[in-house]
């Protein structure tokens, strides 16, 4: 039998608390932007990393308005959005550089929506040749990064480009 160790993954498995509110209203209310994963703050939106990603560095901007539909924000509000978007996709260019994005917004559960009252975008970068047997077979996904780690060089090259 084939073992995979992912010590980093019993914080999440033993974690049985559950905080309440929206995790993306209390990212955007808190302090504590590296415990949250938030990488840069706009005057109405954020991005940040998702904490359970599909592959390293997988970010999602996030209007600060908890709202859960597109229709729900303001044209201000939608342009910065998408504008957090294109600013995540540079910067994961910069420091990550993928060979593409998925870029995707679930809306509903019906869609797949993990947290379907507050609207968020997933911006997921990809490699050629970054999926492999694991997905298949065992019903696996490696991701070879941790999130502080990936959370530290993504904050150090924004700060160098301010």
């Not at 309440?20 to 955007?28: N, S």
């Not at 998925?102 to 379907?116: D, Q, R, S, T």
Request: aromatic share 6%; net charge negative.
């Amino acid at each position: 039998m084939e073992r995979i160790w992912a010590p980093w993954r019993m914080t999440y498995v033993s974690n049985t608390a559950q905080e309440e509110g929206c995790i993306f209203c209390r990212a955007w209310d808190a302090n504590d932007d590296r415990e949250r994963l938030v990488l840069l703050r706009g005057g109405q939106s954020l991005i940040m990393l998702n904490r359970y990603p599909y592959t390293c560095g997988h970010l999602m901007a996030v209007p600060a308005r908890h709202t859960a539909g597109l229709d729900d924000l303001s044209d201000n509000e939608l342009l910065e959005l998408m504008h957090a978007v294109r600013r995540a996709c540079a910067l994961l260019r910069e420091v990550a550089r993928p060979h593409g994005f998925n870029i995707g917004v679930n809306l509903g559960k019906a869609a797949g929506a993990g947290v379907e009252e507050h609207l968020h975008i997933h911006i997921v970068p990809r490699w050629s040749g970054d999926t492999n047997f694991m997905s298949v077979t065992g019903d696996v996904r490696v991701i070879p990064d941790g999130l502080l780690e990936s959370y530290d060089r993504l904050a150090a090259a924004l700060k160098a480009g301010e």
